[in-house]
């Protein structure tokens, strides 16, 4: 059974609210795949659509962007599972080729998060999580990782401080990538100036700084076989390993609030299935939707031990120069976070990174990548190890 | 509770309730009782909170209540500064995940205790507290 790659990549430009329809919105990151990968709407078998739907006034929107994108007849199904849906996606595009049941699929995230007005959204957030055990008490997405955050902090001393350092990277990286919402690169006085709203508090210990943006956003990644690469001029950038996994939705059913269960679980699979350990990994993308999350995933990815991850932030290890470069395309925190989306843009970022076309922000002989996915607060987990050979 | 066209007590749950139906609404009764209850399986003596109908472990749907008693420890808490449509009244509050032993359970902290009294790992119990609507709701309270 030959390998799975990913022969072509594209995302639109992830910005407030996009000034047309989703059909649009996704139809800027499927132009860009599909000449990216050189090829045309007969060589895409199936098309997976990712998106999650509370964001959706257009039921199924998969039979919508096949028929925008031209793919009819060939067969589209929709998959879900919150921020990591694309990379569910590009779960099941692999599943799909490697199966023989298709030689190429194509997985399109998309979120125009700007569909819904701002009061439906906050009505929306309070439904994030558990709504018959935890939205009654008034819940939201920040609330969630402030308290991995708050956990973390008093197990091993984080600060708030330490946090701050990873949104300062992330504002360095997002300046240089066009396709961020958020391109302004900060100094480290502006954390230390309460007049910023950057340090409004949030939800404590999390502040404004730590938390990604919504956006509006697409991303496509193009999925095919060893054997069918053969007949497209583009090299496949191969997957090497999947890992997926999930953790229980309501809080009472965690037992650490230092670290992610589903992702510590995910990575193992991923690695095991690659056969390579935390120490190949030339460049990451990590789901940096809060600062906790990436410093999480610095230690349960094994980049460094529990507790240790504050060592890499404040060596700057994690820079573009250093011994493991993460989300040096400015992550979520820069980018702007359109739910559907994300994971085909951090499978995008690598990618780019491992065929050398990373512009500015290119890791030095990048081999081996690695893309981190969270979906909820680690409800759902997907680790993916991509490499050039 | 006898069986009625709808049983819809669930709706009473909590300062915004968003699901009315389900099969273990006996809780608000509880909760009206000043009692906070999770449910055992009869088969294979499991416990879970929050209460849950149907066992994933026996596959049986044969439960009994028990009462989460006694202190438990806190594990994470966080205070909110902005909140979600229909808690803007309540700002701020802090929401937590406290350890029972057997159970652990999910919850609002009682606005008794100061911001800078919280700490992980300091003995709270339970309390059952009726909202000015009329709904249930349980919170976490000092225990020393």
């Known amino acids: 059974m030959g390998k799975v790659g990913i022969i072509g990549v594209g995302q639109s430009k992830f910005v407030r609210a996009f000034n047309g329809s989703i059909r649009e919105l996704a139809f800027e990151a499927f132009r860009e795949a599909m000449?990216?990968?050189?090829?045309?709407t007969n060589d895409i078998d199936a098309t997976i659509v990712c998106s999650a739907p509370e964001y959706d006034k257009q039921r199924s929107p998969s039979g919508i962007l096949a028929e925008y994108f031209g793919l009819n007849p060939q067969p589209t199904f929709y998959v879900e599972s919150l921020c990591s849906s694309s990379t569910t996606g590009v779960r099941l595009a692999y599943s799909l080729v490697k199966s023989g049941l298709h030689d190429v699929v194509m997985v399109a995230g998309f979120q125009k998060m700007s569909e819904i007005t701002s009061a439906e959204s906050q009505e929306r957030m309070g439904r994030g999580a558990d709504i018959q055990w935890e939205a009654p008490?008034?819940?939201?997405?920040?609330?969630?990782?402030?308290?991995?955050?708050?956990?973390?902090?008093?197990?091993?001393?984080?600060?708030s401080e330490d946090l701050a350092l990873i949104r300062l990277k992330s504002s360095i990286y997002g300046a240089q990538n066009e396709k961020a919402m958020i391109r302004k690169p900060l100094s480290p006085e502006v954390f230390e100036d309460s007049a910023n709203q950057l340090n409004n508090p949030i939800s404590s210990p999390l502040r404004t700084r730590d938390c990604c943006a919504n956006a509006d956003g697409a991303s496509c990644i193009i999925v095919t076989s060893e054997e069918r690469a053969k007949t497209f001029s583009r090299k496949p950038v191969w997957i090497l390993g999947l890992g997926s996994a999930t953790a229980s939705v309501n809080m009472a059913g965690r037992d650490t609030f230092s670290g992610l269960a589903a992702a510590v679980e995910a990575g193992k699979k991923a690695y095991r299935m690659a056969g390579v350990g935390p120490q190949d990994i030339d460049v990451a993308e990590v789901h940096d939707?809060?600062?906790?999350?990436?410093?999480?995933?610095?230690?349960?990815?094994?980049f460094a031990k529990p507790g240790e991850g504050v060592e890499l932030i404040r060596a700057k290890e994690t820079y573009k120069e250093g011994k493991i470069p993460v989300n040096v395309d400015g992550g979520l925190l820069s980018k702007g976070h359109p739910i559907g989306a994300t994971g085909g843009s951090q499978v995008r970022t690598v990618v780019l990174q491992l065929r050398g076309e990373a512009g500015p922000m290119q890791v030095k002989d990048a081999s081996i990548g690695l893309v981190h996915n969270i979906g909820g607060v680690g409800i759902y987990a997907n680790v993916m190890i991509l490499g050039r050979e | 509770m006898a069986e009625k066209e709808i049983d819809s007590r669930f709706s009473k749950f909590g300062t915004v309730s968003f699901t009315g139906l389900t099969r273990v609404n006996d809780f608000i009764d509880y909760l009206q009782q000043g009692k906070v209850m999770g449910t055992r399986c009869k088969t294979c003596g499991m416990r879970f909170f929050p209460p849950r109908a149907d066992c994933c472990k026996s596959l049986d749907s044969n439960m009994e209540w028990f009462e989460v008693e006694g202190a438990g420890t806190l594990q994470t808490y966080t205070t909110l500064s902005y909140a979600p449509t229909g808690f803007g009244q309540d700002l701020p509050y802090a929401i937590a995940v406290v350890d029972f032993?057997?159970?652990?359970?999910?919850?609002?902290?009682?606005?008794?205790?100061?911001?800078?009294?919280?700490?992980?790992g300091m003995p709270l119990k339970l309390a059952v507290r009726k909202l000015p609507d009329g709904n249930m709701t349980y919170e976490f309270l000092g225990a020393s």
């Open chain 1, 137 to 159: 008490f008034g819940t939201m997405m920040p609330a969630y990782y402030a308290m991995y955050a708050q956990g973390h902090m008093a197990k091993y001393g984080t600060t």
């Open chain 1, 35 to 40: 000449k990216d990968a050189e090829m045309t």
């Open chain 2, 101 to 120: 032993g057997s159970v652990r359970v999910f919850g609002r902290l009682h606005r008794s205790i100061p911001a800078k009294d919280i700490m992980i």
């Open chain 1, 289 to 302: 939707c809060f600062t906790i999350a990436e410093l999480m995933a610095y230690e349960n990815l094994g």
